[in-house]
């Protein structure tokens, strides 16, 4: 699936608005690191990852392990946007019966899930078994796992790292939100993470740095991942939280916050005008 | 009354590790997960005999119960045990979230458990996993009363049942007298004593001195049914309803906090459906401590004399 750096923009820009309009409808949820995360899940569902979302079991398809559950808007935007369900089904997010619920939960239904989540920590360690698993019946099926910043304070995921290493799960990548903020504010203050590059790299993997934001760099990072590698692959993306919407840019607060219908309204024209 | 011919002493970590191996040479889409004590919990055997299959993870059991959702999102049958305390306790959140919220069919061994892992002491004596792994959606619980139970069981988990198992077992040899006949059925208490006058429900460890105490009750003129619960969650509803319909009234007995564990689920049972008198045997309260296994059973009162003991106690309440 080629799709052109200026067709992928349109669509990420269509993700952020729908990511708006679904979170002002529910009037709770992350807006912040949905905005953020939007060129990075346009370039994963347009761009790398061999899915259909006609057929959503497809044993062939690559595996998208979310392990940072909270960022669901922007999940569902995209598979919406990605033809797995109807994108008018974006506004129930979060209501009472909806098959969108504020952590992706499988059991409701909506297609294009492959794991409930959202308690942070435990997405690398389900995506260490699942290659394991590949690889124990001879498939190369790809696991990419997208983890925040924050979440890398949970044990557990180092524990995941370190096993990845251990056993050379080269069709395994993990994917780095590194927007720097969490809820208290800024991850080298509630607590350091850096530095983050050396971390991995002596768990075992090789890293990759970019910047998330960017179609281009995201196009050309991920074009040198499927060249492959012995190891298991990191790419610690520099996302901007609230990324397209100027008054939100990089406000700590904005992580776990939804935009009231006003806001919603500004917010989505600015994005059109882009 | 049920003449159980004992056959010798066995721990149903053995059982369990038995299962394993047996069912993985019926189905290679077993695949066994370490967290450093893969003897001490019975999988050496498989370890040995399947070393493409078996997987060390190291002493990190927060990510083994990880992996074991993501062995069984891609169609295998992952077995995953550690003891209780760490399986069920430090990889709680994991064994909530990954396997049992997903619905995913991982085997969960929860090994030494009780106070009978002897000197140890309290941090190696799971007293509460019950209590908590039966709160859990979608999950089926078995606590098989010996080892030969315990190696129906755990195949049982491995092709009977489609999603999370925890299958709890104890470090001690202890007898090993169900007939290898006898069949197992997930979710059907078996009942090793008709009795009369009371019911002694009791799951593990504490079946065998069960019986043993219906025997002491029955030389005092005393008629008392057995019940082996060996499957926590979910609960044989109907034997219990009908043990306190026919003899009114019901003593449980564990290895296990009193809090929550296989009394509690048979007094929410009770309660709702037939209230009877009841007690209960089993950790009051406490953390366990060091000690031999058997002084250990007669210090917190889980030998068959105590069962005896609080049967005639509960007797009287019934008949007042």
């Known amino acids: 699936m080629e799709n052109s750096i200026e067709h992928l923009r ?265 | 009354m049920n003449h159980f011919q004992l056959k010798g002493l066995k721990a149903t970590r053995t059982g369990f590790g038995e299962g394993v191996l047996e069912g993985s040479r019926k189905n290679n889409n077993v695949v066994v997960i370490g967290a450093d004590i893969t003897a001490s919990v019975g999988l050496d055997g498989f370890a040995k005999a399947f070393p493409e299959r078996f997987f060390s993870m190291g002493i990190a059991e927060q990510n083994a119960m990880g992996v074991a959702a993501g062995f069984a999102l891609e169609g295998k049958i992952p077995v995953f045990a550690t003891y209780a305390v760490f399986s069920a306790l430090r990889a709680a959140d994991q064994l909530r979230i990954s396997v049992c919220y997903n619905n995913l069919h991982v085997v969960i061994g929860g090994a030494h458990a009780g106070i009978s892992v002897g000197p140890d002491g309290a941090t190696h004596q799971a007293l509460e996993d019950l209590a908590y792994v039966r709160a859990l959606p979608n999950i089926t619980v078995f606590s098989p009363c010996d080892a030969t139970q315990a190696c129906k069981a755990t195949l049982s988990a491995l092709f009977e049942i489609k999603g999370p198992v925890y299958i709890r077992s104890g470090r001690e040899a202890v007898p090993d007298f169900t007939p290898s006949t006898l069949e197992f059925i997930p979710g059907k208490t078996q009942v090793f004593n008709e009795g009369t006058d009371l019911s002694i429900i009791a799951t593990g460890h504490l079946v065998w001195p069960a019986i043993e105490a219906s025997k002491i009750l029955s030389s005092q003129g005393i008629s008392a049914r057995v019940i082996n619960l060996h499957t926590i969650k979910p609960i044989d509803e109907e034997t219990i309803i009908r043990a306190a319909r026919e003899t009114g009234c019901i003593l449980t007995a564990e290895e296990h906090q009193l809090h929550g564990g296989m009394g509690s689920a048979v007094a929410e049972v009770v309660v709702k459906n037939y209230p009877v008198p009841m007690e209960m045997i089993g950790i009051d309260d406490s953390f366990g401590e060091s000690g031999q296994p058997d002084e250990l059973m007669k210090k917190f009162g889980l030998t068959a004399e105590n069962i005896a003991l609080n049967a005639a106690h509960l007797l009287k309440r019934k008949n007042n």
Request: aromatic letters at 8%; one cysteine or more; a negative charge.
């Open chain 1, 10 to 274: 349109n669509i990420a820009r269509s993700i952020r608005i729908w990511v708006i309009k679904s979170l002002a409808e529910a009037g709770s949820g992350h807006l912040g690191g949905s905005l953020g995360l939007a060129d990075v899940f346009t370039m994963l569902y347009f761009n790398v990852l061999k899915h259909d979302s006609q057929n959503p079991a497809w044993p062939g398809r690559d595996r998208f392990i979310l392990s940072i559950g909270h960022v669901a808007p922007v999940f569902y935007s995209t598979l919406a946007h990605a033809g797995y369900f109807p994108l008018e089904e974006l506004l129930t997010l979060r209501k009472l019966g909806s098959r969108l619920q504020g952590h992706p939960g499988k059991e409701h239904g909506l297609p294009g899930i492959e794991l409930s989540a959202g308690s942070l920590g435990q997405g690398l360690s389900v995506s260490v078994g699942l290659s394991l698993g590949f690889r124990l019946d001879g498939l190369d099926n790809k696991v990419y796992c997208l983890l925040g910043d924050g979440e890398l304070q949970e044990g557990s995921v180092w524990e995941a790292a370190m096993a990845a290493g251990h056993y050379h799960l080269n069709h395994l990548i993990a994917i780095v939100d590194r927007n720097g903020l969490q809820i208290d504010g800024s991850t080298e203050k509630v607590m350091r993470l850096e530095p983050l590059r050396q971390k991995w790299e002596a768990f075992g993997w090789e890293v990759t740095e970019c910047d998330g934001n960017n179609m281009e760099e995201l196009s050309f990072i991920f074009g040198k991942l499927a060249q492959g590698s012995s190891k298991p692959q990191v790419v610690i993306a520099k996302t901007v939280m609230g990324k397209g919407v100027s008054a939100i840019e990089g406000d700590y607060r904005w992580h776990g916050k939804a935009p009231t219908r006003a806001e919603a309204e500004r917010f989505i024209e600015e994005i059109l005008n882009i």
